[in-house]
């Protein structure tokens, strides 16, 4: 099948198609006159990439999963899927630390509204009136 009909297939473009065989990450696609053939094989490879890439993997990552024969060495995809929990949980801890910096600032910035103050000097400790 051509290009066209994997991109359509798989939601990838045809420069990301080109871009993952020429990374090495689809095999080398055999050329029907002077278009590219692509397999069901193939089309799978790109959704499995695209799958990756949605859940944050790079493709230098994912490029690091083939064996010399071309297979998926599952023992390290199953490391590296672990590796990105490892980091997202450690995203949402430092996510979560700042929600809670911006919560306290908007509830002082909140009381001194409340307070009537026509007049702030921002301090690092937050809001305060001009003397």
Known sequence: MR?????????????AIRLYEARGLLPPVPRLNRYRDYSEQDVAWVQLIRQALALGITL?????????????????????????????????????????ALQQVSDELQQWLRSGSSDCVLEPSGCTNRA
């Open 60 to 100: 230098a990552a994912i490029s690091r999963l083939q064996g010399r024969d071309g297979r998926l060495d599952w023992p390290a995809v199953l490391a590296l899927l672990e590796q990105q929990r490892t980091r997202i949980a450690s995203e949402r801890a430092r996510l979560a630390q700042v929600e809670r």
């Open 3 to 15: 290009i066209s009909e994997v991109s359509r297939l798989t939601g990838a473009s045809a420069k």
